[in-house]
DNA sequence: CGGCATCCCATAAGATACTG
DNA sequence: CAGTATCTTATGGGATGCCG
């Protein structure tokens, strides 16, 4: 089978594991820094594997490349050798990769809009310690 | 505090757990079961503890009540008791949790044609044109 | 450079039993 | 009816080190 998806995924589609089509959906971009790759394919073209480590200085030598495996797996991205010399390799995003883009762009749309929200009343509520701050200032101030 | 979000997300995102907007999103609808919660209460109306049970037969207990709770302190759906006697709960969506249809709807289209893609494909090749008309209709969608 | 192998930990989720 | 409590397992991800 030349359309190759990770085993596991298969399997969970066989085994009915995925109760529905969106879960199937999820599975595929649901790893810590999936949607960030396709994102920044999508946007700016090829990476190479540390042009990713640069872009996000956080992620693990090893989970960047389990990310980059499953998304290549999954056909969402494209791996490509380019030398052999000191081992060269490209990421481009897929036309299957491309058709997720704009599930992604209203994610972000969404988490953008809600976290404004949230920090809009959060001021007033949620954080105890910013509370309890505050409590101590005035009573320094008064002190 | 009017808008209370789950703590370990709150600190996610003062902690900058959350490298972007989308991951937030994403920590929304990630559990096993929340986006086919989210999708029949939006589908059915109001829910009760055990008609979920009946709806989603291999959910546990346990696990559906997490993802209820998670559900309402994330605001995506409200809890309300209507009874003491034999205590009786009602869940419905709230307009936060309508905004995130779209969403799933997109991911429950974008599965079901990518599941019918593989059991299709997974002889011949991955097919560009079915990759187009998915991004086609994705365009059609968000125009 | 671009990986893989190994070990470890935190969290999600399943099983089971008990409660207001 | 609608949960909570406890225990256990499975998985994702981090840290570190080796390899072609």
């Known amino acids: 089978m030349t359309d190759i998806v990770r085993k596991d995924v298969m399997q969970r589609l ?3 594991d995925y109760s529905c089509a969106k879960q199937f959906t999820l599975a595929m971009i649901s790893g810590k820094w999936k949607m960030i790759i396709l994102w920044h394919l999508n946007h700016d073209g090829a990476y190479r594997f540390n042009d990713f480590r640069r872009l996000m200085p956080t992620v693990t ?4 490349a389990s990310q980059l495996r499953e998304l ?3 056909q969402l991205v494209k791996r490509t050798e380019v030398q052999a010399k000191p081992l060269k390799v ?5 036309p299957l990769g ?3 883009v704009p599930i992604i762009d209203m994610m ?3 988490g ?3 976290i404004d929200q ?3 009343t959060t001021h007033f509520s949620l954080d105890e310690n910013v509370a309890q701050q505050m409590n101590e200032q005035a009573a320094e101030k008064t002190a």
């Open 61 to 64: 030598h090893k989970v960047l």
């Open 14 to 16: 066989e085994s009915g």
């Open 72 to 74: 290549a797996e999954d």
């Open 112 to 114: 953008e809009k809600r």
């Open 108 to 110: 972000c749309d969404w």
């Open 90 to 94: 490209e990421y481009e995003i897929t």
């Open 118 to 120: 949230l920090k809009v």
């Open 98 to 100: 491309t058709s997720l």
